[in-house]
């Protein structure tokens, strides 16, 4: 046996655990195929390239100092995902900033209170239910074409708004105006508005017209209420006792009639008023105040002094109208422009037979001077002298316009709700 068979004898011995028997000599690290093959055929072994090993015997030759066919996989690996290393790129922890910026989803609350005031603004009118032909028409097409409220249902809803602000206290609002211009069907409409719309207040109408008032007749035509049963009995405390004076309407507006309902006439003087109103002070929010067309009445003239607004009502024609300019010209000589300044002017057409052009050019002089107008259109429901109904009666268009007299008032009140104590007149004129 010569040197070459004796080195082959030891390198392709199968008994030798330890031999590189299915290795050949020289793989390549970078050939995946090199290593696939997990017990190669002698067949498949080329020739070893290398010179003749030393005469000496080496019974277990230690493997080449090439790494095994598991590590150029595992250093093939890296060249095959070079994007390993984008855990660095991976910081989009950025998913930490939108848990930051979840939060602020409980900071819309603190917007700015005029956004939260469109708001709450717009809401009411999201909400309100179609009627009319657009009703029928959503019903005809089974919901397919809803258009949703129209543009009065939307001014309806806002000065609905208004009306409904938050107050603190009591408040005045008088009714001034000549006879026959509907001043005491405009005082029982805002009123039973104001009931109707602040359930959570108690609102009372009161006549103080000492020219035979009707104020009683056309809110509560069963009651007996008077001044005089009113201010008489001296155990009135609770809110009980003092209603059980007075009428009340469906819509929830409490009413306290002129004069006794039988019995010798009497005439109301400010000190009963003043005993009567001091009374009622303390169990409702609002008053509306039907006043005698005479401003130079004693009990008139107590009613002036601790007013909140007014309401002065005009006809729409020129006599009408002149009436209620000298009304404000005698308000403003009497230095009560404070009151000015939260007066607004009705013009009522009470009979349907003013032309269009005559109420607007009354409407424009009343503006130019300052003075905010509503037009009440005609309305037969006002006309007969009963009991007014601003529900089921009254004319969807006229009630609108008592809405927007309602509203006015009740932003007089708001603008007034941190006011101090009310000076009368006489501490005006000092």
Known sequence: MNERDEFLRDRLRPDQPGAPAGHPPGPQPGDAHAAAPASPTVAQRPAPPRPPAPPQKQPRPGPPPSPRPAAPQRSAVPPQQPPRPAPPPVPPRPAAPP?????????????????AAAARLAAPAAQLPDRGWRRLLRVATFGLVTLGPSAAQRQEAQFEAAIRTTLHGNYKVGVLGKGGVGKTSVAASV????AELRPQDHIVAIDADTAFGRLGYRVDPRSASSFWGLTSDKNLRSFADVVGRLGRNPAGLHVLGGEPASGPRRVLDPAIYREATRRLDGHFTISVIDCGSTLDSPVTQEVLRDLDALIVVTSPWADGANAAARTIEWLSEQRMTSLLYRTIVVLNDSDGHADKRTRESLAREFVDHGQPVVEVPFDPHLRPGGVIDVDHEMAPATRRKFLQVAATIANYFAARSDRVPIRRPADEKG
């Open 99 to 115: 848990r930051q910026a979840a939060p602020p989803a409980v900071a819309p609350p603190q917007e700015p209170s005029a956004d």
């Open 191 to 194: 009123g039973s508005l104001f």
